[in-house]
Each structure stands twice: as C-alpha cells, then as structure tokens.
C-alpha cells in the first residue's frame, strides 16, 4: 500500500492534455482506445470502432483487438461507464488508480510466493520491502503506466506464486484442481495483456523441461502446466480473432513437441547413468527438432511473418552477421534492448539484496547440480544418500522450479535490459526465501561445524530483522521526502502542438510523423494516424522505414508521393530527431536510414565501402529553406522550438 501511495502521488496533473502526453509513445495509443471507448455513443458503437477501426493507420481498417492487447482497456471502459461513478471520478484517475491498485496485487504475490517458499511471514515482509526499495529496477510503472508489462507482470507473479504452491507435495486432490485452475485463469490473464507473453512463457517452459529432464519436479504435474500454457494462449488468440502470431509462437510448438516426445519415449527416467544420459540426449534433440518442424509448418501455413523483426534482430544482437535491416538496427541502437548495465547491480547491492542473492543462488546451484547428478546415476552408496537428504531438504520442488527461474530470467535480463524487471521482481522473492530458510542454514551451518537446532532458530530470524532495520533506517527518509514531492510533467512545446492540431485542422486529418509522437497525437486529438509504436506487424513496419524518409536524404517529389500515397495531410517534423545526438554516430535515426538506403552517414567517421553519397541533401533539414522545389509540395503551418508542422498540397 506505501507503493501504491507513492507512485500515486507523482501523477498529479492540472489540465487534461498535460496528463495525456504524459503517456509516452506507445503508453498513449493504449490509453487512447480507452478513452474512444469511454467516449463512444454506447458500449456498443465504442467495440464496433475497435474492431473496425480506420483511424490508427491511415487508408487501412483494422481490427484493433486482434492486433493489440486492450482487452484490459476495453473492461475497464465498460466497468466506469456502468458504475455510478462519473460524478466523482475523471476516467483518467480511474484507469491509473486500478492499475496502481494491480501493482498492489503485484506486491502481494511476491509476498505470498516468498512466504510458501520459507515458511514464515517475515520473508514475504522482506521480499516486499526489497522490492519497494528497488522500485527504479524492480518496476517502471512510475513512469509508464499504460505499458503492458504494468499490467501483465502481477498476474504474472499470482502464476508464479500459483504454480510455487502447486509444486508442494502432498496436496489434496482437490487443492490440486484449484491450484490448476488459478495457474490457468493467472496465465490467461498475463497472455491477455501483454504482446510478449509467448516468449516469457516459452522460457518458463524450458524452466519446466529442464527440470523434468532432471527428475526434479513430477512429470504429471509439469504436463499440465504445459497444457495450460497451450490452452490459455489458444482461449487467448480466439479472443484475438485468431491472430495468427499467437499461433506461430515458438512456445505452441515447444509444448507441442514436449508433449509428443514424451508418450513416444516412455521409459525416458529408467535405467543407470550413461543409459539416462544417452536417452536424455536424444529426448532434448528430438524435442528441438519437432519444434523446429511444427513451428516452420504452422508459419508456412498462415504466411506468417509479423514476428520475424524479433529474430532479426536477436540473429544480430548475438553476433550472427551484421545486418542493414531498419527494424534490427532500430532495436540493436535502443539503449533499452542492450545490455544491463553494471550500475544496477551497485544499485541492488546498496539494500543488500545482491549480496544475499548471489549467497542464497550459488548454495542452490550447487544443491541442484547435486541432485541431478544422483537422480541421473541412480547411486546407492550410503555416504552419497545421507548427504542427500541433506540437500533434498533444501531444494524441494517449488524451490527448484523458482531457481531455474530466476536463472533463465537472470541471463534474459543480462542480455536485454527491458527485461530485468521480470528478472530483479523475483531476485527480491528468491533472496528473501533463502535468506529465512532453516534448510538453507541448517546446511550452511553444517558446512562449517557450527550446526545447532537452536542457533538455526535464532539466525533464521535475527539475520531479516536486521536487514530489514537496515533498509528501513537507511531508505524510509528517502522515501518519505519523495512522498512530500508532487512533480510536475512539463512539456510545452508538446502541449502548444496538440492545441494547435484540435484547433486548426479538420477532425479527418491525417498526420505523419514518428510513431512516439504519432501515439500522443491520436491520444490528445483524436486525428488518423500513418503509423504509430504497436511494431509487431509486418505491413506497419515498411510503412513506418517509408514514413520515417522525411529524415533521410530523399529527394521533395519522393517525399511527397510517399506520404500522398498513405492520405498524409500534414507532417510532423521533429529537430530532435532531424539533429539527434542522444545516439552516437551509426545510430542516430538518420544514420538507420542513410545505411538502409545505401547512402553514407553523416560527419566525421567510417562508412561501409559500398555506401554512396546521396543525389540529394537531408529532407528534414532542406525543407525549412524553404525553397522552390520543396514550397510546390509543402507549406509550414506551424512551428515552434521542437516541432515543425507542413501541409501537403493537394495536386491533380
């Protein structure tokens, strides 16, 4: 509840168009069909122009709840338009006081999910607090409500929290069959509201295959989590209208595959080491292959190529070849897609969350590479099977599926920024568990002769009591002070823009420019857009490389005719992006596009030896001349520090 007073109070706005283009980029298209829906004559009529809309891209009808995931706009509409809450409530207060409340339910898996692991109440504390306290790298909803993960990831947690508990051993069958039905009802909800659901997933999954492959969980219950995992994402792309990339994703094919090499090989768990091993070795190539297979068959089927930017760019980010692809590169130069930074890990290390992490990961490593190892030979020797037992305490099934876990997703966040707060949410979690277990410091202590029931006892709890006194002595003045801070959004420039565009062109206008400012341009004045940030679509894409040539060295006649040709009335050009230098040379916008065209980059350094100099000079920058050749296509209508605004001409 401190969290969600906290992020609450930094969204204080004044005027409506302040607290709207505070939603950046694709955060403001999403919200924007909330606010159609909260406008639209009837619920009706609001759904009817989501599935038929012709205002997101400009001379096309799509649907929007086949391409994008607003299922969780569309409920909430509807929930503000049938409670009696209107008088008291704006829409926009209602959809961010939901969304912070989700992050409450956020904080409260982690706790739950903690506490079952440990067995006491005050890990589940401590995970909560961690995560409080490293709020700049455990979650972004401060600063981008609307994004999806804001709304995926809780539901994400209750699944993780779910499957945790379902892992436990001895339940009832009817514990079981409730358990299942929260897993299930948790994963529909993540898939439902979030775009990148399959890939989180898919290395859940292979979490679950490697421990199977280990005997570490049983079978019967990981074959269910992966039918779940099937089913939810199947009930999901029906309600997407059987959007065919859900059906391509690569986690179908894998649990598919799993589940078919299983009933070929039966006796996969049977037999000594070398015999295990060798059958091991097979079910993974086997399992590899089908996936391979029945993924290139589905996707040659459906002509499916709305997902293959993503591989794109993960073939070069590895260092399989260089590439000139635009959307690779648009991606491989985004800060956010690089590597995590070194400065996050002196961050988590300040709450001393790091340091216990990498204690409790490197004990449980260990732990799970000894046990694979006996569950693999078999062995008898009595020596080995009382160390075992030792071991077995500390690494029950829900502690295992929670390692791997963390490990998959910590080596997701290593490569890919963005992705740390799947990694650093559960980091909070996985260390708190450790740092309260008795079997973890049972071993620990015995490890070093010093084992005593009673000091067990005493150090599992004296140990997070004063961790948590440090934290709160060392952060709780922080966080009070921010508490006392209401901050301002402030962007004039932006909101001069947007009245400008309500003002002075028609309703029907269509608008080119970057597909960031595009999304607040749709949000705050409701005008057809030529593109905008929802990328996973191929069609969009090439729409947007050809948008995005009013910043590349194109000739006026080639400018006009691309943007006539998608029924482009006025285009937004923006200084930040024609004289960029957040990005260094070779990344810059600009750069992204000379390199796709084939022309050399501007200023000082090397270009690769086949690029050519341009016939022509840099659009954006030769336009505001004003000269004759661009003057016959485009007059400037507006103009201030940021943004210049040109209309096209309309000839015969």
């Known amino acids: 509840m401190q969290l969600y007073t906290y992020l609450n109070l930094t969204r204080e706005k004044k005027q409506e168009v302040e607290r709207e283009i505070s939603f950046r980029t694709e955060c403001g298209l ?116 609307p994004l999806r993960e804001n709304w995926a990831l809780p539901f994400f947690a209750v699944q993780i929290a779910a499957i945790t508990y379902l892992l436990r051993t001895h339940l009832q069958p009817v514990q079981e069959r409730l358990t299942l039905m929260a897993v299930f009802i948790a994963t529909f909800l993540f898939s439902l509201t979030w775009q990148f659901n399959q890939f989180m997933m898919l290395i859940q999954a292979l979490a679950l295959f490697i421990l199977d492959c280990f005997d570490m969980l049983p079978t019967a219950k990981v074959m269910w989590l992966y039918i779940i995992q099937i089913s939810g994402l199947l009930l999901v792309c029906v309600l997407q209208f059987f959007n065919s990339m859900i059906l391509g994703s690569l986690l179908i094919s894998f649990n598919a595959s799993v589940l078919i090499a299983r009933t070929i090989q039966k006796n996969l768990k049977k037999g000594g080491l070398l015999n295990r091993l060798g059958k091991l070795i097979l079910h993974v190539l086997l399992v590899l292959c089908l996936t391979l297979l029945i993924n290139k068959f589905i996707k040659k089927i459906l002509n499916l190529e709305s997902d293959e930017h993503i591989f794109k760019f993960l073939k070069a980010k590895f260092g399989f070849g260089a590439t000139r692809d635009f959307d690779a590169n648009l991606y491989l130069c985004e800060e956010a897609f690089g590597l995590l930074p070194l400065n996050t890990f002196s961050r988590l290390s300040d709450t001393l969350l ?150 002075n062109t028609p309703n029907t206008a269509v608008f080119a420019g970057s597909m960031q400012l595009l999304a607040g341009v ?28 009013i910043y590349a060295k194109r000739s006026p006649e080639d400018v006009y005719r691309i943007l006539r040709s998608f029924g482009t009335d006025y285009v937004i050009l923006e200084d930040s992006i024609c004289y960029e230098r957040r990005h260094s040379r070779g990344c810059r916008l600009r750069d992204l596009l000379d390199i796709a065209n084939g022309h050399i980059m501007d200023g000082l350094g090397e270009n690769e030896p086949d690029l050519k100099p341009s016939l022509y000079p840099r659009f954006c920058e030769e336009i505001k001349k004003n000269l004759p050749p661009y003057a016959i296509h485009f007059t400037r209508v507006f103009q201030n520090k940021t943004f210049h605004v040109y209309k096209l001409a309309k000839h015969k």
């Not at 829906?37 to 609001?46: T, V, Y």
């Not at 004990?363 to 080995?384: C, D, H, P």
């Not at 749709?522 to 729409?543: A, F, I, Q, V």
Request: charge should be positive.
């Open 30 to 145: 999403y919200y924007s069909y909330y606010k159609q829906m909260i406008q639209a004559a009837s619920i009706q009529q609001g759904l009817h122009g989501l599935v038929y809309d012709n205002k997101t891209e400009s001379v096309r009808t799509i649907n929007i709840l086949e391409r994008m995931n607003v299922y969780q706009e569309v409920f909430l509409s509807i929930l503000y338009r049938i409670l009696p809450i209107q008088q008291y409530l704006e829409p926009v207060y209602f959809y961010i006081y939901t969304l912070f409340g989700l992050q409450a339910v956020y904080v409260i898996a982690l706790y739950v999910t903690s506490w079952l692991l440990s067995g006491t109440w005050l890990s589940g504390l401590l995970a909560a607090c961690w995560y409080v306290t490293n709020r700049i790298d455990t979650t972004r909803v401060e600063f981008t409500i």
């Open 522 to 549: 749709k949000l705050c004045t409701g005008r057809t857009l030529t593109n905008h940030p929802h990328y996973e679509d191929k069609n969009l894409r090439e729409r947007t490389k050809q948008i995005y040539q």
């Open 354 to 503: 790091f340091y216990v992490y990498i204690f409790v990961l490197f004990f449980m490593t260990v732990a799970a590479v000894i046990i694979a190892f006996w569950n693999l030979s078999g062995s008898n020797q009595v020596q080995f099977m009382e160390k075992m037992e030792e071991c077995t305490v500390t690494l029950k099934p829900d502690a295992a599926y929670n390692l791997i876990h963390t490990i998959l997703f910590g080596c997701l966040a290593l490569s890919t920024m963005r992705m740390k707060y799947l990694w650093t949410s559960h980091m909070c979690v996985f260390a708190s568990f450790g740092l309260c277990s008795t079997e973890v410091w049972k071993l620990t202590l015995k490890c070093i002769h010093l084992y005593t029931s009673q000091r067990t006892r005493v150090i599992k709890y004296s140990v997070p009591i004063m961790t948590l006194l440090y934290i709160s002595y060392k952060f709780w003045p922080g966080i009070m002070d921010e508490l006392s801070e209401l901050r301002e959004f402030y962007d004039p420039d932006t909101v001069e823009l947007m009245n400008w565009i309500k003002s």
